[in-house]
């Protein structure tokens, strides 16, 4: 028994100091180019970011003035804002503005004669504190998922299980805003325990009041653990039916070395990839989370901008998103590969 | 008994039989059973002011009033077809994209695949509201712009499925027997490649279904999709987070229809894929 966890451990250690030294650079070579189809993806999302919200010339001074929309206004402020020049002029301006941090300007600012038409400064303050959001919630998401997940999957079809996956399969499927409208209703009309909106303003920290940042993360922790539990215990399940841990168990080896040593660090490789998955969908459902509680964060300023056809606060906030989700993706594939050394030669 | 054969009757005994696709369809039959016809048995109307904003329920009024002073029944009658008849719409979209750009991409066998298929991947790049938002920004909000944008975001998923299907059919012998025998590249694919592919696509159309349903209440939720003064469920509940304190009904009972129904149809396609994978899941 002992020989054979050895001879484990020899072999692996026999084969490990080779392969790190031969495996480096073909390493390197992945993680650039996985970088470079980063950047690339990235620039055809701008593309795509940008055609999108200027598929209608005109549409935007249009729309902004409203009722006070005169042919002459809307040439004006067509000119203040750029738009008597070709799209493709426009495109490459705002691209080059992006790179160096500049944003562009806010239609709508620049509409009303503000002062201030930079939209650059205003989009410091959401984005951190969806930063904040998003991190809170995700440090205490992949434990849970890892925990719950592994729990139903030792427990697979008993009463354990049917606790952790009953809840998973309702929440898990449900959309933010009904996850939490209803958490709404119980924690605050129903309990009076929690506030119902996140009512601090853009300037003031997240922490000032910690229950407001309660339902927020309890939504998007509802909705995002339902889908990794479901997988994770999947993952379990399948690897207590492989052989060596029927094995292992034949061998006398206790149970609960078997499910640690053998059967817990083998389902986790995968569930990596379901993590990794459950972050991006953070910054999906941070849109709907922040506008369900009034979160001054990147997705309320999302939507406040689509509402109010501001474009390019619009594209400023998309690409952002963008970006987050593009690096996530990116950081959980090398991630995946430092832990499953099958994928590091496959890499080649 | 061949294998297949028995695996058929596991299969339909087992679909009616799961307790998931059992309940799932009962309570599928009460959210489309109210969405489609509840507005027949409503008395009232949904856009009329009969009294104070957020009235807490009472006689004549079961379900109180809204933060207009208008019947939440009535309004919750008539606010389920919208959100269900844009969703239906636009999974049909979706499959009819998916399996077209499918069929193209796994099929041609020239640049046209990975033209297509890195055009899909950018598009899985990014969150599936994002998208739809970027959508009603450039093109305004209105149901053919709501549909069209949740088909584009989900059709991806649907075109690798049937993409990677067709590869694998395309070499079998009867489709190159249809292709020696002469018959055209259409007839082809709809005659010996499309039904032999139908199984793996069909099995998540209820997930399809379902994050339709997600992606189009949620742009009502936000109030860039159906317009105001119009009942929607999506958002029935936006609208009256403001009454919440006193009718607190207004809110709860529009996101309980929609909850319901994503679960009735989550549990449905549950038990499809638990019956279609050999019942052990």
């Not at chain 1, 299980?161 to 399969?169: E, R």
């Not at chain 1, 379990?236 to 499910?259: C, D, H, K, S, W």
């Not at chain 2, 010996?192 to 696509?201: A, G, M, T, Y």
Request: aromatic content about 8%.
């Amino acid at each position: 028994m002992t020989t054979m966890i050895g001879g484990r451990q020899v072999d692996l250690d026999a084969s490990a100091a080779p392969v790190t030294r031969s495996i480096r650079h073909p390493f390197a070579r992945f993680v650039g180019r996985r970088l470079a189809t980063g950047v690339v993806t990235l620039w055809v999302v701008s593309v795509l970011i940008f055609v999108a919200t200027n598929v209608l010339p005109g549409n935007v001074a249009e729309v902004v003035l409203g009722h006070n929309a005169t042919p002459a206004r809307i040439q004006l402020l067509d000119v203040k804002l750029g738009y008597n020049h070709p799209m493709i002029q426009r495109y490459f301006t705002w691209l080059v503005g992006i790179l160096h941090g500049d944003f562009g300007k806010s239609a709508v600012a620049v509409a009303l004669d503000q002062a201030q038409t930079s939209i650059s400064s205003t989009l410091v303050s959401p984005l951190l504190n969806s930063l904040i959001l998003a991190g809170i919630t995700a440090l205490l998401l992949v434990p849970l998922t890892l925990l719950l997940g592994a729990l139903a999957g030792i427990y697979a079809r008993r009463p354990p299980d049917y606790a952790i996956s009953t809840p998973a399969l309702v929440f898990g499927g449900l959309p933010e805003f009904v996850t939490g409208t209803l958490l709404i209703f119980i924690f605050f009309s129903v309990l009076h325990w929690l506030p119902p909106t996140s009512g601090f303003s853009p300037g003031q920290s997240p922490f000032t009041d910690v229950g407001e940042l309660v339902l927020p993360v309890l939504t998007l922790l509802g909705v995002a653990l339902g889908a990794g539990i479901r997988q994770v215990r999947a993952g379990m399940i399948e690897t207590l039916q492989r052989g060596y841990v029927q094995f292992a168990r034949l061998n006398g080896i206790p149970e609960r070395r078997v499910l640690v040593r053998y059967a817990l660090r083998n389902a986790l490789a995968p569930s990596v990839q379901i993590i990794a998955q459950n972050l991006q969908y953070l910054f999906g459902g941070i849109i709907v989370v922040e506008s369900v509680f009034d979160y001054p964060g990147i997705g309320l300023y999302l939507v406040n901008a689509v509402l109010a056809r501001d474009t390019a606060k619009v594209e400023a906030a998309a690409i952002i998103i963008a970006a987050l989700y593009t690096f996530i993706n990116i950081a959980a594939d090398f991630v995946v590969v430092l832990l499953v050394p099958k994928l590091r030669t496959a890499v080649t | 008994m061949s294998t297949v054969t028995l695996v058929r009757r596991q299969a339909r005994s087992g679909l009616l039989h799961d307790w998931g696709v059992r309940v799932g369809g009962l309570l599928l039959a009460f959210v489309v059973f109210v969405a489609l016809f509840g507005g027949l048995l409503s008395s009232q109307s949904p856009y009329v002011t009969v009294g104070i904003p957020g009235a807490a329920p009472g006689a004549g009024h079961l379900l109180g009033l809204d933060f207009e002073g208008r019947d939440v029944l009535a309004r919750f009658l008539h606010g389920g077809s919208s959100t269900l008849v844009l969703a239906v719409t636009a999974t049909v979209l979706i499959y009819a994209l998916g399996i077209s750009v499918g069929l193209l991409a796994g099929y041609s066998r020239s640049i046209i695949d990975p033209l297509l298929m890195r055009t899909v991947d950018v598009l899985l790049s990014l969150p599936s509201l994002l998208v739809i938002l970027l959508f009603i920004t450039g093109l305004g909000s209105s149901r053919p712009v709501m549909v069209a944008a949740a088909a584009v975001v989900l059709f991806p998923g649907v075109a690798r499925i049937v993409r990677s299907a067709t590869l694998e059919v395309s070499t079998r012998g009867y489709v190159e027997a249809a292709v020696a025998r002469g018959e055209s590249t259409v007839a082809t694919l709809r005659r010996e490649v499309l039904p032999n592919i139908l199984p793996p696509i069909v099995a998540d159309m209820g997930l399809r279904f379902s994050w339709s349903i997600i992606l189009i209440a949620s742009v009502n939720f936000l109030g860039l999709g159906i317009r105001p003064p119009t009942p929607d469920w999506g958002l029935m509940i936006s609208e009256n987070l403001v009454i919440l304190p006193s009718n607190p009904l207004a809110v709860v009972a529009p996101a309980a229809m929609i909850g319901l129904l994503i679960i009735a149809v989550n549990l449905i396609s549950d038990g499809i894929m638990r019956v279609l994978s050999g019942g052990d899941r």
